[in-house]
Every structure is written in structure tokens, then in C-alpha cells.
């Protein structure tokens, strides 16, 4: 995971977000059953 992203597990979901300044930005909602490793690959350059 990058280092400012942040999760919250909710109701069978992860939520992950990152803090700003002035709030936070929503980045994904993904259901926590999914192979979140397999998940962060997708996004490297």
C-alpha cells in the first residue's frame, strides 16, 4: 500500500481514502473479500 493511503473496514467493504489539508479524498470502495494485494499490482507503474 502507499504510504498515505488509508483504509477503513465498514459493513464488508474497505474504504480507502487519503487525508488533504483541508478534508479527505475517497480514492476506492472495494468489497473485502477481494485479493487486495492483486488489487495494488494493478495501480504500479
Same mark, same amino acid.
Given at each position: 500500500?502507499?504510504?498515505?493511503? @488509508? $483504509?477503513?473496514?465498514?459493513? $464488508?467493504?474497505?474504504?480507502?481514502?487519503?487525508?488533504?489539508?483541508? $478534508?479527505?479524498?475517497?480514492?476506492? =470502495? =472495494?468489497? $473485502? @473479500?477481494?485479493?487486495?494485494?492483486?488489487?495494488?499490482?494493478?495501480?504500479?507503474?
Amino acid at each position: 500500500m502507499r504510504p498515505n493511503l @488509508r $483504509g477503513l473496514p465498514l459493513d $464488508g467493504y474497505i474504504i480507502f481514502y487519503r487525508i488533504l489539508d483541508d $478534508g479527505i479524498e475517497i480514492l476506492r =470502495v =472495494v468489497s $473485502g @473479500r477481494r485479493n487486495l494485494p492483486s488489487l495494488f499490482k494493478e495501480q504500479e507503474p
